[in-house]
C-alpha cells in the first residue's frame, strides 16, 4: 500500500499526512510562524506565507510520514512562497503603474478635453463620414485604400472627406485644408493620431 493511501480510523477514510499536519501545526506551528515573521513585516503578512506554504507543501501528493520532514519542507518553502509573493505583487504594481501613465496621458488635462472634443465631433458625422475620417486620419490610409476598405469609389471617399472635414474643422474650430487630390486630405486639427 503506497504511502498516500487512505486508512480508515474510527469509520472515517483518513489521508495519511493528515496526522502528520496536525502534530505539525500543534506542535510546531509557532516556531515556523516566527520564521515567516523574520521575512514578513507583519503578523497578518507572517500567517498568509505559512499557510501557503502549508498548502504548497501538503498538496503535491507527499505523504509525509514524521512530523520532522513536514516540518524541514515547510521550513524550506516559507522563503520561497514569500520571494513568489513579492514577485507577484511586483508584477501586479508594475501593469497598475503603467495602466495610470496610459490613463493619465489619455484621460488628464487639456489633453483629454482635446479628446473628448474629438470624439464629440466624430459622432455628429453619418457612420461613413466618420469611417473614412478615422481610416485616413488614424489609420493614415490613402483615398484608394480607404475606398478598397469601404467598398466606395474613391471620388465617393473624397466627398466624404471633404463633408466631414470641413464639418469637423467647424465644431472644432480649426482649419479644414482640403486639396484636390487622390491621396490626401489634410485637416489641421489639435487630435493626433490615437485621439479617436
Not at 514578513?40 to 506554504?53: F, G, I, P, R, S
Not at 488635462?109 to 479628446?115: F, I, L, M, Q, T
Request: a positive charge.
Amino acid at each position: 500500500m503506497s504511502d498516500n493511501a487512505h486508512h480508515t480510523k474510527g469509520g472515517t477514510a483518513m489521508a495519511t499526512w493528515e496526522p502528520v499536519l496536525e502534530t505539525l501545526m500543534r506542535e510546531r506551528s509557532a516556531g515556523l510562524l516566527a520564521y515567516a515573521r523574520l521575512l514578513t513585516k507583519d503578523d497578518v503578512e507572517a500567517q498568509d506565507v505559512l499557510q501557503d506554504a502549508l498548502v504548497k507543501c501538503f498538496s503535491k501528493g507527499r505523504a509525509f510520514t514524521h512530523v520532522n520532514t513536514a516540518e524541514a519542507y515547510v521550513r524550506r518553502a516559507i522563503p520561497t512562497v514569500f520571494i513568489d509573493g513579492i514577485r507577484r505583487r511586483d508584477a501586479a504594481r508594475r501593469a497598475h503603474d503603467r495602466h495610470e501613465r496610459l490613463q493619465g496621458t489619455a484621460s488628464d488635462g487639456p489633453d483629454r478635453e482635446a479628446v473628448m472634443d474629438v470624439r464629440a465631433a466624430l459622432h455628429t458625422l453619418s457612420p461613413r463620414e466618420r469611417a473614412c475620417i478615422v481610416l485616413r486620419f488614424y489609420d493614415d490610409l490613402t483615398v484608394p485604400a480607404i475606398a478598397n476598405t469601404l467598398n466606395l469609389a474613391p471620388g465617393t471617399v473624397k466627398r466624404y472627406l471633404a463633408d466631414a472635414s470641413a464639418r469637423l474643422a467647424e465644431q472644432l474650430d480649426t482649419v479644414a485644408d482640403w486639396q484636390a487630390d487622390a491621396r490626401t486630405v489634410p485637416v489641421k486639427a489639435p487630435a493626433t493620431k490615437g485621439a479617436f
